[in-house]
């Protein structure tokens, strides 16, 4: 099992950038897959990134050329940078581990982008 706790969100300008952390309480070196989704108001919970335990990357459509997902296995985190911000990236972020058929979940943080 593991935890996972997100941070780094908040209120941004459209056009911003803001950076989100999500620190997982066990290695991540087993961690197959860490991702982040969004939520945003009224709808489905999307993925917006992913990265395997070899480093390769996958990004949904709308974030590919402004977000980059990263992670390190040394300190157990996975972040999202993110750049040129809109308001259809506002939304609830939540932070995913992948261990065989489990995933696990952080509580998600809010990233609100006023235009």
């Known amino acids: 099992q593991v935890q996972l706790v997100e941070s780094g969100g908040g209120l941004v300008q459209a056009g911003g950038s803001l950076r989100l952390s999500c620190t997982a309480s066990r290695s991540s070196y087993n961690i197959n897959v860490m991702a982040w989704y969004r939520q945003a108001p009224g709808k489905q919970r999307d993925l917006v990134a992913d990265?395997?335990?070899?480093?390769?990357?996958n990004y949904a459509d709308s974030v590919k050329g402004r977000f980059t997902i990263s992670r390190d296995n040394t300190e157990n985190t996975v972040d999202l940078q993110m750049h040129d911000l809109t308001p259809e990236d506002t939304g609830v972020y939540f932070c995913?581990?992948?261990?065989?058929?489990?995933?696990?979940w952080g509580k998600g943080i809010l990233v609100t982008v006023s235009s």
């Open positions: 995913a581990a992948k261990i065989g058929f489990y995933s696990y």
């Open positions: 990265i395997n335990a070899g480093g390769a990357t």
